[in-house]
């Protein structure tokens, strides 16, 4: 991979391992999507529409039809994300979210753009899914005396984890395709996609009205947060995979879960921190496999 492209993926990690850490502390729901969506409508309009202006109106219909499937795939995946954070810890909902995701889209991605791991990249693949398992499960889930709202909690974490990357696979496809092929801005298409994204909020929210206000004043904080780093962290991994192949950047961005090992035990105080990052060591070796290096 070339430097550039590594460097744009490590520091999209930092940041989204910062946001999920603001969404986990936020306890969003339908209100916290929406909020957040005009938030990024509104923050990142002047650039958008600056690269966009003349591209936008001469766009093909897939370019729109990718918006669109974009839009409702992470409206599915902040739903379904911020749902297993509701019910279990940052460290299973996102490890687990964070290795299925880019596991499958790599897979998918040699099918669909014809690009290829190597015995390298493989086992770069193996390592990060020992890593998710390390994380995720952990000693006490096995344990016949342990807690058992703690494991019917950590479960939960990793069926809702597990279905948050789905959906991130999914996205990661629509999206890889829109920059790659149809080689459409990844800051314009990821905005045009959160513009339709508060159109697929606005039933929830209107069903709910009366608790967007108080939600808001409740979570401002994070929802700047998200508004801010989540397009800024996509954004540039989209800009990664205009200059490297999809089927590595996406394992690559797992080099998030080392910082969110971190914050998850020293933040968010959840147990389990050196079991845990010993797996993201295996995940961190995972990475390195799969950049090359």
């Not at 990142?44 to 093909?60: E, N, R, S, T």
């Not at 918006?67 to 019910?87: D, E, I, N, Q």
């Not at 016949?144 to 279905?163: C, L, P, Q, S, Y």
């Not at 608790?211 to 929802?223: D, E, I, K």
Request: aromatic share 10%; charged share 10%; glycine share 10%.
């Amino acid at each position: 991979m070339p430097a550039l492209s590594i460097g744009l993926v490590l520091t999209a990690a930092l940041l989204h391992a910062i946001w999920n850490l603001g969404a986990k502390k936020a306890r969003g729901d339908h209100h916290f999507v929406m909020s957040s969506a005009i938030g990024v409508s509104l923050l990142w309009a002047p650039p958008a529409l600056y690269m966009g202006w003349q591209q936008i109106p001469h766009w093909p219909a897939w370019a729109w039809i990718c918006a669109v499937a974009s839009a409702a795939l992470h409206m599915l995946y902040f739903s379904t994300l911020l749902k297993g954070y509701r019910v279990s810890d940052l460290n299973v909902v996102y490890p687990v979210a964070r290795g299925s995701g880019p596991l499958t889209s790599s897979l998918a991605a040699t099918l669909l753009f014809g690009e290829h791991l190597g015995p390298l990249g493989l086992l770069g693949l193996v390592s990060i899914v020992a890593g998710i398992v390390l994380i995720a499960t952990g000693p006490a889930m096995w344990r016949a005396d342990g807690d058992a709202t703690a494991r019917e909690r950590r479960v939960k974490g990793i069926w809702w984890g597990a279905a948050t990357g789905l959906t991130i696979s999914a996205y990661t496809l629509v999206d890889g395709y829109a920059v790659k092929v149809l080689a459409i801005s990844p800051l314009v298409i990821d905005w045009v996609g959160n513009t339709f994204r508060i159109l697929f909020a606005a039933p929830a929210v209107l069903r709910d009205h009366s608790g967007f206000v108080p939600a808001l004043r409740r979570q401002w904080p994070y929802v700047l947060m998200m508004a801010v780093l989540s397009p800024a962290a996509y954004v540039l991994v989209l800009y990664a995979m205009t200059l490297a192949p999809v089927s590595r950047v996406a394992p690559m961005r797992e080099i998030s879960m080392l910082i969110a090992a971190l914050l998850g035990g020293q933040l968010l105080k959840e147990g389990e921190r050196h079991w845990r990052l010993i797996g993201a060591g295996f995940i961190a070796c995972g990475v390195i496999a799969l950049a090359g290096l």
